[in-house]
């Protein structure tokens, strides 16, 4: 690995190789969703608690300062909205010169296996790979389910993280689910994992973090269960004491807990 990759990968995932994503790229397809309709106010004060902020180019220029020194991982991949019926119709959407030009840490597309436009969002990805690489930027893939969230399995996750990785993507940021060591184990490189739509419970979130980590997962790049919650701060430090203080679920939650009654 050449030193910018080298360094942007350690710049992602920390010393421990483990790393808190921040993903607030819902926009893209989603528009302004409910508490990053004024995503500045709902960024700024978690920034603290995260290791970069994974979002899209307009956000990043608009509602970020650049004062801030926190890696950035920009979304590459977009072209749709949630008004389309299949929403894996996704084209590469950011070009490598804009990414260097806004200082990106990572790149992230989406990829939708066993979608209608599998073949689309798959040569996406390679076609993003073979340019990123020129640059020393790491690809980060996403195995999207689009509408159908009951795909979240092993079998159907494993498959999609596995071909992300043989196309050369440097990290796969998939969902936890049964099983999810097997998604891990069949994946040659670093797995994070999404929240996916906001749970009931808090404590239902750090369970899930909790068993990613605990089964190989090198971190999380969560959006709505961190931002959503009425405590996103005390669920950001939470999640960061399992991912990088070893916290176990019962230490993560009475953490919550006790930072929650804090928190405004
Ligand atoms: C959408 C994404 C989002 O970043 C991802 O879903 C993570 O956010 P959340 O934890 O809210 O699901 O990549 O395709």
């Known amino acids: 690995m050449d030193w910018g990759m080298k360094n942007r990968m350690g710049r992602i995932f920390k010393e421990d190789g483990h790393s808190v994503m921040l993903a607030l790229d819902h926009g893209y397809f989603l528009g302004p969703v409910s508490r990053l309709e004024d995503p500045q106010k709902t960024i700024e004060p978690l920034i603290p608690y995260v290791d970069s902020l994974m979002l899209t180019r307009g956000i990043l220029r608009n509602c970020i300062n650049a004062k801030y020194n926190i890696p950035v991982i920009l979304r590459a991949s ?117 929240g996916g739509p906001k749970m009931k419970s808090e404590l239902d979130v750090l369970e899930i973090a909790y068993n990613a980590i605990a089964r190989g997962a090198k971190g999380v790049d969560m959006g709505r269960n961190i931002w959503q919650s009425r405590w996103p701060k005390a669920m950001a430090s939470a999640i960061r004491s399992i991912v990088h203080e070893k916290a176990s679920y019962k230490k993560a939650s009475e953490l919550f807990e006790s930072l929650k009654d804090k928190e405004k």
């Open 78 to 194: 977009g072209g749709n909205s949630i008004l389309d019926e299949d929403l894996s119709r996704e084209a590469i959407t950011l070009s490598l010169q804009e990414a260097v030009r806004l200082n990106a840490c990572a790149v992230a597309l989406s990829i939708y296996v066993g979608a209608p436009h599998q073949h689309q969002t798959l040569v996406n990805l390679a076609s993003l790979i073979n340019e990123a690489e020129n640059y020393g930027i790491p690809v980060l893939a996403v195995t999207a389910v689009g509408k159908e969230l009951e795909k979240r399995d092993a079998k159907y996750l494993s498959l999609a993280c596995r071909i992300a990785a043989e196309l050369g993507a440097r990290a796969v940021k998939t969902y936890y689910c049964e099983d999810f060591h097997k998604i891990v184990e069949s994946c040659p490189v670093p797995v994070v994992i999404a």
